[in-house]
């Protein structure tokens, strides 16, 4: 009788390469195969650490017969790692589907902790980390996402989403109509030589963006109804380049 293998969820660095845990590198390096979102960033991180394994890519337009694939060799013994792009396996990831028919499959699920960039932008944002809600990405029609808004507007939490550069000053100013003008923070490029945070009221903000080109995905972190600081004289903080 086969013995069943084990898929590692494995976190890699959100940006400075430095973050990536022993443990992490370890594991990929033990591993028979390595499941990815994109085989040549992927390759690039192994490369980097000289590390050299097989690449399997799995995303959202992945057919089922590559996740059964995977499944079955898994359920033969073999031991796999997967990676995403960027940061924590499963947080606006497609690897959800993944991990649930292995879990049926009866197959070992080990989680490699290390690096998340909603985790990173909260931390640093100065609103309360004691309990907090991640969103993750808003829809991206203009109705549906006010409407996602409004259902949240109630909500104690702080909360945070990620946003595009190509939405990100919208998503601000309904977030301003709907929320009112409350204290937040968005961060991008973190760990990265260009990273920056601006802190303020959601006005201030959406001043700041309205001056200046954008780009980068964002991490936007916004006080919760209980946390609403209306009134706030603050101006903005920019984050420096490191």
């Given amino acids: 009788m086969s013995v069943s293998g084990v898929l590692y969820l494995v976190a890699t660095p959100i940006g400075n390469l430095g973050d990536i845990t022993f443990r992490a590198v370890q594991t990929l390096r033990e591993v028979d195969f390595v499941i990815c979102e994109d085989s040549r960033r992927s390759g690039m991180l192994l490369k980097h650490f000289e590390i050299k394994k097989p690449l399997r890519s799995f995303h959202d337009h992945s057919s089922k017969s590559k996740q059964e694939s995977v499944i079955h060799e898994l359920k033969e013994g073999r031991r796999a790692a997967y990676i995403t792009d960027a940061g924590t396996p499963l947080i606006s990831d497609p690897g959800f589907t993944l991990v649930r028919d292995a879990l049926e499959a009866g197959i070992r699920i080990e989680s490699i902790p290390g690096p998340s960039a909603f985790v990173n932008a909260l931390v640093i944002s100065g609103l309360p980390t004691h309990s907090f809600a991640f ?55 973190m760990t990265k030589k260009f990273e920056e945070t601006v802190r303020g009221n959601l006005s201030e903000i959406s001043a700041y963006f309205e001056k200046r080109k954008i780009l980068g995905e964002w991490v936007i972190v916004i006080a919760g109804k209980a946390h609403n600081f209306v009134g706030s004289k603050r101006r903005p903080s920019v984050g420096f380049e490191l």
């Fill in 135 to 189: 969103i993750g990405y808003l829809p991206q029609k203009e109705k549906a996402r006010r409407d996602a808004l409004h259902e949240l507007q109630d909500e104690p939490r702080t909360l945070i989403f990620y946003e595009s550069p190509y939405r990100l000053l919208r998503t601000l100013e309904d977030m301003r109509d709907i929320f009112g003008d409350r204290e937040a923070s968005v961060s991008r490029e």
